[in-house]
């Protein structure tokens, strides 16, 4: 089993649609992160979370929003997706060994 | 905050040749260095990492140099291989702010 799952995989939405992405581990860390990659501008933190009340915004949190809901979930949100969020998204966690980042996910707005 | 900068954002080799990458980072405090490589349509996995009281760490066939004064370190790739071709990126983790932040990438590639 993957130890950091993230869902969906890919998905395409339109302009000002709400989305969640959700991500859920097995590692039992207490850090996790969200991360966007672009071409050329490697990954970039967008929101990160060391325990279910601690919840801290990364360098490009603008037009996303995060919840912790237990240890082992951290859901990121677009509360009105526009087309320059068209990325893909890392979930990571953060233990002894460094990052382990999920699948990511593949999002599209047109 | 931190900035990391990375270069070169391509590369290419020839198989059994050394390849080299180079980044710099601004905050002074950052005590973390991990260098992570990227497969095509995969997650970013780490390969190595070296923290601020070494300058030189060595496994296998990679290393990884640090220069605290210069704020910059490098990834060494040596007797490269087809299965080495990706995208690289290097990171810095300050100790004050806990958050990390990466380069922008470099894509390796190894021509047989």
């Known amino acids: 089993d993957a130890d950091v799952t993230q869902t969906p995989r890919n998905r395409i939405t339109k302009t000002g649609k709400r989305i969640m992405l959700e991500c859920s581990q097995t590692k039992g860390h207490d850090r996790m992160y969200w991360y966007r990659q672009d071409p050329g501008l490697g990954l970039r933190l967008i929101y990160y979370?060391?325990?279910?009340?601690?919840?801290n915004k990364g360098e490009i949190s603008d037009g996303y929003s995060v919840s912790r809901q237990a240890q082992a979930k951290f859901s990121l949100s677009l509360e009105s997706a526009i087309p320059n969020q068209t990325a893909l998204y890392f979930c990571a966690t953060r233990g002894s060994g460094g990052y382990t980042f999920g699948s990511g996910t593949r999002l599209t707005v047109v | 905050g931190e900035n990391v900068e990375q270069h070169p954002s391509t590369l290419s080799v020839q198989e059994g040749d050394s390849a080299v990458i180079k980044c710099t980072y601004s905050d002074s405090a950052s005590n973390y260095f991990p260098w992570y490589k990227q497969e095509l349509g995969k997650r970013p996995q780490l390969i190595i990492d070296?923290?601020?009281?070494?300058g030189e760490k060595k496994d296998q066939r990679i290393a990884v140099t640090l220069n605290k004064t210069a704020k910059h370190f490098s990834l060494h790739i040596t007797e490269t291989q087809p299965e080495d071709s990706a995208v690289y990126f290097c990171a810095a983790r300050s100790y004050n702010n806990n958050d990390m932040r990466f380069g922008a990438g470099t894509r390796l590639t190894v021509k047989p």
């Open positions: 979370s060391f325990d279910v009340k601690d919840i």
């Open positions: 070296i923290r601020s009281n070494v």
